[in-house]
């Protein structure tokens, strides 16, 4: 951390220069993924990464303890939950709950770590938990909402999201999530008008401009799918579910131009025929 040489001379401050250049990518690249994931509120990048000079060694006190609070377990239940680890945030979350009772978001998230190992009757209970503690939890209805979906419980699904739009009609993800569900129950019109709510208040929304594009594209609206398409794909790419939908978003989108080239081809040939038909009747003008 302190090269060799005259603090103030220029070999020494290009080195320093440089060194403080990679710590700051070092520090942003860790930061971005915090955000990636949800968590720069939670966590700072030093949580991860420090740069320590050299010194004495202290002794360690084996007999200290730390004792794990509420925040620690919540916190720590999240990003087991992030990277996947359900049946680690599950024992966490489940021990913060026990500890605070009144902590609604752990019980959110617990809920989706118990439906993410199959556990759907603690999962609806936690969820239910949660929106008992705040009926106006945006975020747990969203999560029920999309718990009930995949369930296929639409019923269900639609009265969660009534019930959130009712208590803020700007919340985007609500939109999205009434037109994935009448986008699969064929009801495309229906899908494109609420995913144009969202996309109003949220127009980078990704997953929006697909699942309307895909809207457009079903009742043969190619034009506005094309654009939508296009609008996916000028989208900054900074995470890879973005990249998996750009991907589908442009092979959509040559499908939808190879349609419109084709119906525009069958339209002139067919003006053509016609045409040719009704030239052997001198008298009648077309």
């Known amino acids: ?17 440089w060194q403080h250049k990679t710590m700051e990518m070092m520090y942003k690249t860790i930061y971005n993924t915090l955000v990636e994931v949800g968590l720069e509120a939670v966590f700072s990048p030093q949580d991860y990464l420090n740069f320590f000079c050299l010194g004495n060694r202290e002794a360690v006190d084996m007999h200290e303890t730390h004792p794990i609070t509420t925040n620690i377990l919540h916190e720590r239940g999240i990003v087991n939950f992030k990277f996947k ?19 609604k978001s752990a019980y959110t998230y617990l809920g989706l770590a118990l439906s993410s190992i199959g556990e759907y009757k603690k999962a609806e209970e936690a969820y239910l938990k949660s929106l ?9 209805w969203g999560h029920l909402a999309q718990f009930y979906q995949d369930l ?13 739009l009712q208590i803020d009609g700007r919340f985007a993800r609500a939109y999205h999530l009434r037109g994935l569900l009448f986008h699969a129950m064929g009801e495309h019109r229906k899908a494109i008008k609420d995913l144009t709510m969202g996309l109003n208040i949220d ?3 990704i997953e929006s401009l697909y699942l309307r ?4 594209h079903a009742v043969g609206q190619y034009k506005e799918a094309v654009k939508d398409y296009d609008a996916a794909l000028d989208l900054e790419l900074d995470s890879m579910d973005k990249f998996v939908l750009q991907c589908l978003a442009f092979y959509q989108k040559e499908i939808a131009l190879y349609t419109t080239s084709q119906i ?6 067919g003006y053509n025929r016609v045409s040719s038909y009704w ?6 003008k077309f």
């Not at 951390?1 to 220069?17: C, S």
């Not at 525009?264 to 040939?269: L, N, Q, T, V």
């Not at 030239?279 to 009648?284: D, E, I, M, R, V």
């Open 203 to 205: 127009g980078a929304n």
């Open 85 to 103: 680890e359900f049946n680690s945030a599950v024992e966490d979350l489940s021990a913060c709950v026990q500890l605070d009772r009144d902590n």
């Open 264 to 269: 525009c081809s069958c339209h002139f040939i």
């Open 152 to 164: 296929s419980n639409p019923t269900k699904a639609f009265e969660c999201l009534t019930e959130v």
């Open 132 to 140: 008992q503690l705040d009926r106006s939890f945006l975020e747990a």
């Open 1 to 17: 951390m302190w090269p060799e040489g005259d603090p103030t001379g220029a070999a020494t401050q290009r080195i320093l220069f």
């Open 279 to 284: 030239s052997q009747f001198p008298s009648f």
């Open 213 to 216: 594009a895909a809207c457009y």
